[in-house]
C-alpha cells in the first residue's frame, strides 16, 4: 500500500503555480478583447484577429530562441551547466512558438495573400529555415553524449542565432520582395484597442512560455542530476571491486602461494 | 608536422619590446598569424593530397554530381525551356549535395586513429585545422563545380552571359559550403548518427548561400533579370559569418567531440 504521506514529485513551485494561474488570466483577457472587444480590419475583416496569436508567439520564438543563443555562449565560455539546461529549454519551446508562428502565418496568409505559402516572401523563407536550424538542434541534442553533445548543440545554437536578425530584418532590408507588412507595432497603424490587445498578448505569451521554460529546465536539470549520480554509483561500484580485490591480495592464504611463486 | 615546436596558446605571451611604438604589433604575434596560416596550408595540402591519392573526388562524386544533374533532367521531363529556367537552381543544390558527400568524406579521413585529437596534441591551432579542411574541401567543390558548369552548358542548354559573376558566384558560396560542411561534418564527427544528421543540419544552414548563388546565377546565365552583383555582395556576407564561425566554433568542438 502506498504512503499517503509520501509526496508526489513534482517539477511545479507555488512561483509556477501563481505563473500559470496569471497565464490563464491572461489568456482569458485576450480571448475576450480579440474576439469580441477589438474591431473587425476594414480590409481583412475577422481575420486580422489572429494578429492577437500570430505576432505574440512570432516575438515568443525570437526571445527563446535568444535565449538559446546566449545560453549556448555561456556552455562553450564558462561551461556553465545551468545555462546548458536553460539553451536547452528555451529552444525546445522556441521550436514550438515558431512551429506556431508559420502556422498561423499560414492560417493568416490564405485569406489575405490568397496562398497558404509564398516563396517570394522573405520572412516566410527565413523562418523556416530558422525553424528547420532549430530542429536540427534539438536533433543533436539527442545524439547523447553529456558534455560533447552540449557542446554541439552550443555550436548549433550559435548558427541559429546567426539567422535571427536576418529574419527580424528581412521584411526591411528585402522589402521588394516581401508580401509581409513592415512593423505593425511601431507604425502607428493599430487602433488603440487592437494595440493594447496585441501587447497583452505578448506578454501573456511570453509568460506561458515561461512558465513551460521553467518546467523544462526542471525536468532537464533533474535529468543531469540523475545522470551524474548514475556516474558516482558506478564509479563508487568499481572502487568496491577493487578495495574488495586487493583484500584478497593482502589475505596471507592467498597472498603466500603466489610470494612463494614469485620468489627467485 | 613542422619542425619548431608550437607555442602553447594558453601560455602568455612575452610582452613587446618597450621601445617600439604601442600599435605596432609585436613580432611574437605577426609570427604567431603568419605560423597560424602555414599550419592551414599544411592541413589544406595533406587533405588534398589524401583526396588525390584515393582519387575519391575524380572517381566518385564527380560522377555523382554529374549522374544528379542529369536525373534532373529525367525529373522535369527533358524539357530545354524549363531546364533553362530551372539551371541555376538545379545547379546549387547539386553543389549542395556534393559538399555533403565532400565533407563527410573530410572528416571521416580524420575519425581513424583519433587524427584529429593528434593534430591538435601536435600544437597546431584548431582555427587553422578548420581554415586548413575547409579549404581542402572547397578545391573539391570548386573542381567538381568546374564539370557541372560543363555538364548545364551541355544538357540543359543555358548560355553563358557574364563569365565574371559566374566564377566569382562560384568562389563566394563554395567558401560559404565549404566552411559550413567542415563545421558540421566537425560536429557530428564520432556521433552514431553522423552519416543522416549531417544533411538535416547541413542544408537549412546552407539555404542563404544556396538562394543567394541561384539568384546570382540567374543573372550571370540570363535566366531571369535580376542583378546578380547584389545578390553576391549578400553571398560574400553570409560566407564571411560562416567562416568566421567555423573558426571561432572548431576549437571546443575538437576538445570535445
Known amino acids: 500500500m502506498s504512503d499517503p504521506e509520501a509526496k508526489k514529485p513534482t517539477t511545479g513551485s507555488l512561483t509556477t503555480r501563481w505563473l500559470g494561474l496569471a497565464v490563464l488570466a491572461g489568456t482569458a483577457a485576450v480571448a475576450l478583447l480579440g474576439l469580441l472587444a477589438a474591431p473587425a480590419d476594414d480590409v481583412q475583416l475577422d481575420a486580422v484577429r489572429i494578429i492577437f496569436v500570430h505576432v505574440p508567439v512570432a516575438i515568443g520564438a525570437y526571445v527563446a530562441f535568444g535565449l538559446t543563443a546566449v545560453g549556448s555562449l555561456m556552455w562553450l565560455w564558462r561551461r556553465s551547466a545551468w545555462w546548458d539546461v536553460t539553451a536547452h529549454a528555451a529552444a525546445e519551446i ?61 555550436v548549433v545554437g550559435l548558427v541559429g542565432a546567426v539567422n535571427l536578425p536576418i529574419v527580424n530584418q528581412s521584411v526591411n532590408w528585402w522589402s521588394d520582395r516581401t508580401l509581409h507588412q513592415q512593423s505593425s507595432l511601431t507604425d502607428g497603424k493599430l487602433e488603440n484597442l487592437t494595440l493594447f490587445t496585441v501587447f497583452l498578448a505578448i506578454v501573456v505569451t511570453v509568460l506561458a512560455g515561461l512558465w513551460m521554460m521553467i518546467h523544462r529546465f526542471r525536468i532537464g536539470w533533474l535529468e543531469r542530476e540523475l545522470r551524474a549520480a548514475d556516474l558516482d554509483a558506478a564509479i563508487e561500484a568499481r572502487r568496491s571491486e577493487a578495495a574488495a580485490a586487493a583484500d584478497l591480495d593482502a589475505d596471507p592464504e592467498i597472498a603466500a602461494p603466489e610470494a612463494a611463486r614469485n620468489r627467485p | 608536422m613542422r619542425p619548431d615546436p608550437a607555442p602553447d596558446p594558453g601560455r602568455p605571451t612575452p610582452a613587446p619590446p618597450a621601445a617600439g611604438p604601442a600599435a605596432r604589433p609585436s613580432p611574437a604575434a605577426a609570427s604567431r598569424v603568419l605560423e597560424t596560416w602555414r599550419d592551414a596550408a599544411l592541413v589544406a595540402d595533406k587533405d588534398l593530397r589524401v583526396e588525390w591519392r584515393s582519387r575519391a573526388t575524380l572517381g566518385q562524386v564527380v560522377p555523382f554530381a554529374g549522374l544528379v544533374l542529369i536525373l534532373f ?68 567543390i570548386l573542381a567538381v563545380e568546374l564539370v557541372m558548369v560543363a555538364g548545364v552548358l551541355v544538357f ?54 544556396l538562394i543567394a548563388a541561384a539568384r546570382a546565377f540567374d543573372a550571370a546565365l540570363g535566366s531571369a533579370a535580376v542583378n546578380g552583383w547584389r545578390w553576391l555582395g549578400l553571398l560574400a556576407v553570409f560566407s564571411v559569418v560562416n567562416v568566421m564561425l567555423g573558426v571561432g566554433a572548431y576549437g571546443p568542438l575538437a576538445e570535445e567531440v
Open chain 2, 73 to 140: 533532367g529525367f525529373a522535369l521531363d527533358a524539357h530545354r525551356p524549363t531546364l533553362r529556367l530551372a539551371a541555376p537552381g538545379l545547379f546549387w543544390l547539386t553543389a549542395l549535395f556534393v559538399t555533403v558527400v565532400a565533407a563527410q568524406r573530410s572528416t571521416a579521413a580524420e575519425a581513424a586513429d583519433s587524427s584529429r585529437r593528434m593534430l591538435l596534441l601536435a600544437g597546431v591551432h584548431p582555427g587553422a585545422v578548420f581554415a586548413g579542411k575547409a579549404a581542402a574541401v572547397a578545391v573539391q
Open chain 1, 94 to 154: 522556441g521550436v514550438l512558438l515558431c512551429g506556431l508562428t508559420l502556422a498561423t502565418g499560414m492560417l493568416w496568409g490564405r485569406p489575405t495573400w490568397g496562398t497558404y505559402w509564398e516563396w517570394g516572401d522573405v520572412r516566410l523563407v527565413t523562418t523556416l529555415i530558422l525553424f528547420l536550424i532549430m530542429v536540427g538542434y534539438l536533433s543533436v541534442r539527442s545524439l547523447g553524449g553529456d558534455e560533447a553533445a552540449s557542446t554541439r548543440a552550443a
Open chain 2, 156 to 209: 540543359y542548354g543555358v548560355r553563358i552571359e557574364s563569365i565574371p559573376l559566374i566564377a566569382a558566384t562560384c568562389l563566394a558560396a563554395t567558401a560559404g559550403l565549404a566552411a559550413a560542411g567542415s563545421l558540421l561534418a566537425a560536429l557530428v564527427a564520432g556521433s552514431r548518427a553522423r552519416e543522416t544528421i549531417l544533411p538535416v543540419l547541413l542544408m537549412p544552414v546552407a539555404a542563404p548561400v
